[in-house]
């Protein structure tokens, strides 16, 4: 199956330089390029938003809390505290300090089967 793509850029490759119908084309190319490229970008924050609402998720479901601490000379701000208001992890961002402490509670935790 050829690529409607590049069946176009060849026509358009064989058309003299003046051609209008070798604009058109040049340019739609352009355009499916561009539609591409925004396409997959989409995908990518999809995917990104997935990411972070399974994450927040885990912290509802583990009764965690996510705080930033006052501390603004520390890197590490933000912090997740458990029920107890003990700190289980700590990390540069929201979406670190709650990986962080999905690994640390799953590394003491057997996982369920």
């Known amino acids: 199956m050829s690529n409607l793509r590049s069946d176009c850029r060849a026509i358009a490759e064989k058309l ?17 390029d561009e539609i591409e490229e925004y396409w997959h970008a989409a995908e990518r924050r999809a995917r990104d938003a997935e990411y972070k609402v399974e994450l927040w998720e885990w912290l509802i479901s583990m009764r965690c809390h996510l705080i930033e601490d006052a501390d603004i000379t520390r890197a590490d701000r933000w912090v997740v505290v ?32």
């Open 16 to 32: 003299p330089a003046g051609d209008l119908y070798r604009a058109h084309l040049i340019c739609c190319c352009a355009q499916i």
């Open 82 to 113: 458990d029920v107890d208001g003990e700190v289980v992890e700590r990390g540069v961002s929201f979406q670190s300090a709650i990986e962080c402490a999905k690994t640390s509670i799953y590394g003491r935790i057997p996982a369920e089967t």
